[in-house]
């Protein structure tokens, strides 16, 4: 039975937005096929939506949607086995697209920030421009629903919040700190506004966007500008991470756990970013009973702790020591 959740861009409860009134997420009635009906209170903007499957009949992974709250919408479920999103073509297209004007904006590089780009954004039809308060700050994250990587999840708003509401206890002053799967940037945005030196790391395909995010809200902000840099989790790592060279204060992580086939490499490369005195913070909206089993493989390497948990998004957030012994 698929189980449908909507993710308000004001608001952090989850709200159901299959047939009927809103509530709170209930199974679908219907396996393999959505239906979206409007009325919602942000009738001019976009939404997302998140889907997870408890006995997954149709083996998927998750997907992402995004709709316009004005009109009703049908969507055929993709089941997805990569990164990049699939939509069906009976949805309508007026719900893919975002406006010229927006595009243009969004896809224009500031002159200020142009010798500092590094990466090119890829050019995603669906831009838009989210907006977020953390450390007395506002942050506009450009975000597209064409590719996981390069939307805001929720572990990432809970573990921001985290880090604002502990900076001192953190010691987060020039303190350096490497994200994996750095994803939109939202969490090394906020880290290096409280202070803290980051390098931000993720596939390819995310930096362009990921490097955008964080010149437009570090510049003149922040006291160390973030770094940008590939990792591809088991890959190389020795190469463009050597040991004797790198280290880190925290590794943060959020929401890079879900239903994909990568969970061992990525354990092997949060052991490796590690060394004695390395704090892992980890934040995550539990979804599948294979994210339970990667927690349970995690405590076997990492003394754990769990920090706070957000029942209303099902987030959880962790803190790992490696285990030396």
Known sequence: MWE???????????V?????????????????????????????????????SATQPMAPEHALVS????????????????????????????????????RESSNKIEPS??????????????????????AGTEIVIQESIESYGAVVWPGATALCQYLEEHTEELNLQDAKILEIGAGPGLVSTVASILGAQVTATDLPDV????????LKNTLKRAAHLPEVKELVWGASLE???PRSTFY??????????????????????MVYLCH????????????????YEFLDKFKQVFDTTLLAEFPESSVKIFKGILKWD
């Open 248 to 269: 880190y204060d925290y590794v943060l992580a959020s929401d890079v756990v879900y239903h994909h086939y990568f969970l061992d490499k990525l354990l092997a490369t």
């Open 113 to 134: 920030l142009r010798s500092l780009q590094k990466f090119v954004p890829t050019d995603y039809a669906s831009y838009t421009q989210e907006h977020y308060v953390f």
């Open 207 to 214: 930096l362009g966007n990921l490097q955008y995010n964080l």
């Open 67 to 102: 709709h316009h709250l004005e009109e009703t919408s049908h969507l055929d479920f993709v089941s997805l086995s990569s990164r990049v999103i699939l939509f069906c073509a009976s949805l309508q297209p007026r719900s893919l697209r975002a406006s010229p004007r927006l």
């Open 16 to 52: 159901c937005v299959c047939p009927g009134p809103p509530q709170t997420a209930h199974s679908c009635p219907s396996a393999g096929k959505l239906v979206f009906s409007g009325g919602g209170t942000e009738s001019w903007g976009w939404s997302r939506t998140s889907l997870a």
């Open 239 to 241: 190469q463009h991470f």
């Open 4 to 14: 449908c959740y909507f993710a308000s861009r004001s608001k952090n409860s989850q």
């Open 276 to 291: 004695p005195g390395t704090v892992l913070l980890w934040a995550n909206k539990f979804r599948f009973s294979t994210d």
